[in-house]
């Protein structure tokens, strides 16, 4: 399940908050979310996955650096990882924003169990947040 966020800066609207200098979240023009990995929730880990992506002279990605923290701590070696790297490959960026870094913070909860097929929710917060939440599976004893 992936849903996909358009970001531009127009609209006429003022953000509540000011983006901060380092986010350019306004170099976005579509990024597709990420799903919450099985294994990831199988194994009950949930985490944040910081993204710092850097685009070339051209708008196109030139480097991607990831600080993750998943918990429990060490749990999965970057399993949260791959996801936000499948999203940020698909991501078109603004050719404006060359040389820019842009930022942003991917958080993984698992909230409540399911029974059946576990429902995935996707919020935006401001500046640079997202939060993908999963229901956590159901285990039978």
């Known amino acids: ?45 949930s985490g944040t996955v910081t993204v710092d992506v850097v685009l070339s002279t051209t708008g196109s990605i030139q480097d991607v650096n990831v600080r993750d923290e998943p918990n429990p701590p060490r749990a999965g070696d970057g399993v949260l990882r791959t996801p936000v790297f499948e999203a940020i490959r698909g991501a078109v960026f603004d050719r404006s924003c060359s040389g820019k870094t842009v930022n942003l913070v991917f958080v993984f909860e698992l909230s409540g169990t399911s029974i059946g097929s576990p ?10 947040r997202f939060w993908i939440k999963i229901e956590a599976p159901h285990f039978q004893p």
């Open 1 to 45: 399940m992936f849903a996909t966020f358009l970001v531009s800066g127009g609209y006429g609207q003022t953000p509540k908050t000011p983006l901060p200098a380092n986010s350019n979240l306004m170099c976005i023009e579509k990024l597709e979310m990420p799903s919450y990995p099985l294994l990831a929730q199988q194994a009950r880990i």
């Open 119 to 128: 429902k995935q929710t996707v919020a935006f917060g401001s500046p640079n």
